[in-house]
């Protein structure tokens, strides 16, 4: 017997529900539970993936900041770095030009000072015959002293020099007079008794000490040396070797320097040096 269509379908959804009816309850349950979970996971999930991606953006961005800052300062040190180099380099050169100048001065200095004891040698040997007491030739501060005693030159108060003083004044122009390097001082000194009235045309002892200066100048230009080398000059009793406390003491006070200075242009010329 054949079954119409229709009816075969209605008995078809007849069984199924009969079918679906008979589920257990239970396991519908557990499966609505765990759609349950699962969509709560899926939203902790989504969340946490949004806090990564954040967190991750948030890193990046400081990571740019960083990177930016830290080129910036190495950029800022790398032209302070630059700067310093330059500074260093005219530094250095600066050095170098200041070392060649101290060089030439050392140089300069030296050879002054080997020309003032040739010079000191020369007076000495010129010199020799005349007692050290009366005569000396010292070399101090770059320049040689003749220190020649009142005995050797002139009698108490006179301004004229004796002839044995004379003797002396032009062996030592003509040591010096081929020698246009050098700057020729005389000074006049005395002791501090005090000169009663005019004597010889001097008042005091300072008149005393100029006069007997420029007398000597006078012989020794006149022996050959250049007045434009020699320069006479009176201390008086303000510059003494001594303290004038005795005769002897005295006596040494009683003296000419002649005081001969090489010419330092060479040396003025380096120190003039930009």
Not at 215 to 227: F, H, Y
Not at 249 to 259: E, F, G, M, S, Y
Request: charged residues 25%.
């Amino acid at each position: 017997m054949t079954i119409p269509f229709k009816s075969g379908l209605a008995v078809l959804l007849a069984s199924s529900l009969l079918g679906l009816t008979s589920c257990n309850k239970k396991e519908i349950a557990a499966l609505q539970q765990q759609n349950a979970d699962l969509t709560r996971q899926n939203t902790d999930l989504s969340r946490t993936r949004d806090q990564l991606q954040a967190d991750k953006n948030a890193l990046q961005q400081a990571k740019n900041s960083t990177e930016a800052n830290l080129n910036q300062t190495l950029l800022s040190k790398n032209n302070q770095l630059n700067q310093l180099n330059q500074t260093l380099g005219a530094t250095e050169q600066d050095l170098a030009g200041k070392n060649a100048r101290v060089a030439e001065l050392q140089r300069v200095l030296a050879e002054k000072e080997a020309a003032t004891n040739a010079l000191r040698k020369k007076v000495a040997d010129a010199l020799l015959g005349f007692n050290n007491q009366d005569l000396q030739v010292n070399v101090k501060n770059g320049k040689v002293y003749v220190s020649l005693s009142e005995q050797l030159l002139f009698k108490s108060g006179s301004t004229k020099v004796d002839p044995k003083g004379q003797d002396a004044l032009v062996k030592l122009a003509n040591a010096l007079k081929d020698n246009k390097d050098i700057n020729v001082l005389v000074e006049g000194h005395t002791d501090n008794v005090p000169i009663k009235g005019v004597v010889n045309g001097a008042k005091d002892n300072w008149d005393l000490s100029v006069l007997r200066a420029t007398e000597i100048t006078r012989l020794l230009t006149a022996a050959g040396l250049d007045p434009a080398q020699v320069t006479p000059s009176g201390r008086g009793q303000y510059m003494p070797v001594v303290a004038n406390d005795t005769p002897q003491d005295k006596a040494l006070n009683r003296r000419t320097d002649i005081v001969l200075t090489p010419k330092l242009d060479e040396l003025f010329s380096i120190l003039n040096t930009n």
